[in-house]
């Protein structure tokens, strides 16, 4: 098998997504490139037809898929607060609070909330987004990259080697491949300074100049399983095929064509890499396309036949507005009336030759009207954006059900939409997130967390009577050291000593590893197993006032008759309740007494000195 370069590769890979179109069916051919070019296109109210018909006349933009997107995007937006992990036995609690609490701090310093916000913005426009995670100096950064520089597979997303199109000037190039600058990423310097002899400016894929911004560097980052071979200097062509390995690596290659069809092509960084970078997400996944269906490709018929409707009225409308006369006097011929008059020439007319106006008036507006209504009510089907879920006032004696009801069913598929995103967000955890934190937690660093009322419960459930002890130990051998008989124990006083200090910090909590569970972060983080924790986003798209309702009610059951739940059965009926609210767990109510309070004793010794303490 004959070994192609990174460049060739790259080359061929382009031309087939620009040029080619993929066959979905017997009736069904689909460009990939076509499709964001029209989704693109309608985003910013632009006709792929140009912006005049053919007699020179401005062709309006009738905007109907900005709203419909819009509401996808915000129907299935999910916050930082949605995102937790959740303990699935009472020996994980400590392990998913922590989790929790190193989740929270990366997501902070990442600003993983706008990561959100842009990939849910690219999946409501194209129906999937991908995005991209990079560690730079050990920091796991979130990136979601626009389709419009991807070079893509169009049935399957993993098929190719994965190709990212982008632009930097000279000074960054140079940053990037000198030793000891805050951007240095590795690049080889003396392939970045013969690259830097020849600029190009910044294209699009299919070849379009971008702006007049000539200093700029057009660069590939490729990532993928490919032969090992290319990560050699010079690849030996004359391998077996027995003998070829392929592995995840990633390159940063550029070309420059030349005359005759050859291309000059530059290398600026290859090596390993132990996972790709990409992951594509769909609201709903497709069937052989990698593309989804967004908001603005269902409405692409609707907003055709929209802008068509409404052009139809504008050129009816500028047709009325004119005065047209006709009459049979050849004095007339190729005279404008309108014109002669606003000059002030003199208009002569024969006798016995009539001079009439054509009726043009517009009798077919309102048919027009009722013609884009049409299309416009199949686009809100289509996208299940009924005008409840657009904010408009439903008519004068229409139930309140009815509208309930219309909303509900409006929204049914955007939480199959949520559910979807929810599930990407948890392999984004499993596959980029966990393992970087654990790497980062070798230590016994003091973090610090902000915590809502049920995290501070929880901290200090685990945290209080231990620091309580640890105190009363430190008392007792200061005392024993003294020839002080120390006093006895008494836990409660000791705690509530504990918990008025942590009161003064708010919802505030600094602590470390050894005062929770005396091990490092690592040790911590090792028994970190998906079967003992789960990642669980909250829906948004639930209805909040019912679950507060039920939570409600439950917590009267139980402040009337504490003891019911002392019965089995009334306790798994409370626990299925906390479960289907999806918003507390029963374990999360089980911590504070999940936790043994230790006692300390105090034991003379031996030779009648000084005691041990210690902790039973």
């Known amino acids: 098998m004959e070994l192609q370069s990174i460049q060739d590769i790259i080359r061929k890979a382009e031309t087939n997504y620009l040029q080619g179109s993929t066959k979905l069916g017997k009736y069904v051919d689909w460009s990939m490139h076509d499709t964001i070019e029209r989704i693109d296109a309608y985003l910013n109210s632009r006709h792929t037809s140009g912006s005049e018909d053919s007699l020179g006349r401005p062709k309006p933009f009738f905007n109907i898929v900005t709203a419909a997107t819009n509401i996808w995007y915000r129907a299935t937006d999910i916050d930082r607060k949605d995102i937790r992990f959740m303990p699935t036995k009472s020996s994980s609690v400590v392990l998913a609070f922590v989790a929790n609490v190193m989740l929270q701090n990366w997501m902070n310093k990442n600003r993983f909330g706008q990561f959100l916000n842009q990939w849910g913005r690219s999946m409501a426009r194209y129906g999937s987004a991908i995005s991209k995670f990079v560690e730079v100096d050990g920091d796991l950064i979130p990136y979601v990259i626009p389709w419009n520089r991807y070079i893509a597979d169009p049935i399957q997303?993993?098929?190719?080697?994965?190709?990212?199109?982008?632009?930097?000037?000279?000074?960054?190039?140079?940053?990037?491949?000198?030793?000891?600058?805050?951007?240095?990423?590795?690049?080889?310097?003396?392939?970045?300074?013969?690259?830097?002899?020849?600029?190009?400016?910044?294209?699009?894929?299919?070849?379009?100049?971008?702006?007049?911004?000539?200093?700029?560097?057009?660069?590939?980052?490729?990532?993928?399983?490919?032969?090992?071979?290319?990560?050699?200097?010079?690849?030996?062509?004359?391998?077996?095929?027995?003998?070829?390995?392929?592995?995840?690596?990633?390159?940063?290659?550029?070309?420059?064509?030349?005359?005759?069809?050859?291309?000059?092509?530059?290398?600026?960084?290859?090596?390993?890499?132990?996972?790709?970078?990409?992951?594509?997400?769909?609201?709903?996944e497709e069937d052989g396309r990698t593309l989804g269906i967004g908001a603005v490709e269902y409405l692409f018929d609707a907003q055709w036949m929209q802008n068509h409707t409404v052009k139809n009225m504008k050129d009816t409308l500028d047709l009325a507005s004119k005065l047209i006369f006709q009459t049979a006097d050849t004095n007339y011929a190729g005279k404008n009336v309108l014109s002669a008059i606003e000059t002030g020439d003199i208009m002569t007319h024969a006798d016995n030759k009539p001079l009439t106006r054509i009726a043009n008036d517009s009798p077919s507006i309102v048919a027009l009207q009722n013609f884009g209504n049409m299309w416009q009510n199949l686009g809100q089907e289509l996208t299940s954006t009924p005008e409840a879920t657009r904010g408009v006032t439903p008519p004068s004696g229409v139930a309140l059900g009815t509208v309930q009801m219309v909303t509900a069913q409006g929204l049914s598929l955007f939480e199959i939409m949520t559910e979807n995103k929810g599930l990407a967000i948890e392999d984004m955890m499993r596959k980029y997130v966990i393992p970087n934190l654990k790497k980062q937690l070798k230590n016994k660093d003091e973090i610090a967390a902000i915590l809502d009322d049920a995290g501070i419960q929880e901290i200090d459930a685990m945290y209080v009577p231990h620091e309580a002890a640890k105190r009363f130990n430190d008392q007792v051998k200061k005392d024993l050291l003294a020839g002080i008989v120390p006093s006895p124990y008494q836990p409660d006083i000791a705690q509530q000593q504990v918990r008025q200090e942590n009161g003064m910090s708010g919802n505030k909590r600094f602590f470390k590893p050894d005062e929770l569970d005396q091990k490092t972060w690592d040790e911590i983080f090792s028994d970190f197993e998906w079967?003992?924790?789960?990642?669980?986003?909250?829906?948004?798209?639930?209805?909040?006032?019912?679950?507060?309702?039920?939570?409600?009610?439950?917590?009267?059951?139980i402040a009337s008759n504490p003891a019911i739940l002392q019965d089995p059965n009334a306790k798994m009926l409370f626990s299925a309740i906390l479960t289907e609210t999806g918003r507390i767990s029963p374990l999360q109510l089980a911590t504070a007494a999940a936790q043994p309070i230790p006692t300390p004793t105090v034991t003379p010794s031996a030779g009648g000195g000084t005691g041990e303490l210690q902790i039973s």
């Not at 070829?244 to 420059?256: D, L, N």
């Not at 990642?535 to 009610?553: F, G, H, I, M, R």
Request: proline share 5%; net charge negative.
């Open 157 to 284: 997303f993993d098929a190719l080697p994965h190709v990212e199109k982008f632009y930097k000037t000279p000074a960054q190039l140079l940053e990037m491949a000198t030793p000891g600058s805050p951007n240095y990423r590795g690049y080889n310097l003396k392939v970045v300074e013969s690259l830097i002899d020849s600029h190009s400016t910044r294209k699009t894929l299919d070849n379009h100049q971008k702006d007049n911004m000539g200093d700029f560097i057009e660069l590939y980052e490729v990532h993928g399983e490919l032969d090992s071979r290319l990560l050699e200097d010079e690849p030996d062509l004359d391998v077996p095929n027995k003998d070829i390995r392929y592995r995840q690596q990633m390159h940063v290659v550029s070309f420059i064509q030349e005359g005759g069809g050859k291309f000059n092509d530059f290398t600026l960084f290859k090596g390993k890499e132990r996972v790709d970078p990409y992951q594509k997400d769909d609201l709903i």
């Open 531 to 557: 079967d003992s924790i789960k990642v669980e986003v909250v829906n948004e798209n639930s209805d909040k006032q019912a679950v507060l309702q039920t939570l409600s009610t439950t917590l009267q059951t």
